[in-house]
């Protein structure tokens, strides 16, 4: 099950069905394993355990993006920090655990406006982030959660792509639990 987000996700299905598709065909336990066996030190900036799936091909989208796959682990009471793309979707898909994606836009003075209904989701189901869109994930419940989860490279690069909204950065305010 995909879901969406106010302003919705609906050009992002047709735009991203080549990834949204290789998602699918990604098997949960040979991430798990990578993850518990493989997985170095946390993202500093994001806040989780990121790591590539080299082994899996880039996918050309038609919204012009090469898209590449990376795994993900958020642990219990941890939290993807604040952030925001400009350029391509991030869809996720939970393979473990149970969690919120809220999402924001950015206001006046590059303030955060946060949506008031957060989007809960859990393992078998599948996320899209539009381009532009502020998010953070949050973890429910004792479980890690594990995704998988599929953007350009450039998301992963505070240089190019990857603009963090915590309030010490950029003048966005910090995230609140």
Same mark, same amino acid.
């Given at each position: 099950?995909?879901?969406?987000?106010?302003?919705?996700?609906?050009?992002?299905?047709?735009?991203?069905?080549?990834?949204?598709?290789?998602?699918?065909?990604?098997?949960?336990?040979?991430?798990?394993?990578?993850?518990?066996?493989?997985?170095?030190?946390?993202?500093?900036?994001?806040? &989780?355990?990121?790591?590539?799936?080299?082994?899996?091909?880039?996918?050309?989208?038609?919204?012009?993006?090469?898209?590449?796959?990376?795994?993900?682990?958020?642990?219990?009471?941890?939290?993807?920090?604040?952030?925001?793309?400009?350029?391509?979707?991030?869809?996720?898909?939970?393979?473990?655990?149970?969690?919120?994606?809220?999402?924001?836009?950015?206001?006046?003075?590059?303030?955060?406006?946060?949506?008031?209904?957060? &989007?809960?989701?859990?393992?078998?189901?599948?996320?899209?982030?539009?381009?532009?869109?502020?998010?953070?994930?949050?973890?429910?419940g004792e479980e890690p959660?594990?995704? &998988?989860?599929?953007?350009?490279?450039?998301h992963l690069n505070d240089?190019?792509?990857?603009?963090?909204?915590?309030?010490?950065?950029?003048?966005?305010?910090?995230?609140?639990?």
């Open positions: 099950m995909v879901k969406e987000f106010e302003g919705g996700a609906e050009n992002s299905l047709t735009q991203i069905k080549p990834v949204l598709d290789r998602l699918e065909t990604i098997d949960p336990e040979t991430v798990k394993l990578k993850l518990t066996e493989e997985a170095s030190e946390k993202d500093s900036v994001a806040g &989780i355990v990121i790591e590539p799936l080299p082994e899996l091909e880039s996918v050309s989208a038609s919204d012009r993006q090469e898209y590449e796959f990376y795994a993900a682990r958020v642990g219990s009471g941890e939290h993807v920090n604040p952030h925001v793309h400009f350029a391509g979707e991030e869809p996720y898909r939970l393979i473990a655990g149970k969690g919120v994606m809220h999402i924001g836009t950015i206001g006046e003075d590059n303030a955060v406006v946060w949506q008031d209904d957060p &989007i809960f989701v859990k393992s078998g189901e599948t996320i899209i982030v539009k381009a532009g869109q502020v998010h953070s994930f949050e973890v429910i959660v594990i995704f &998988i989860f599929s953007c350009p490279e450039s240089d190019q792509d990857r603009l963090m909204t915590t309030e010490h950065q950029n003048g966005f305010p910090e995230y609140r639990n």
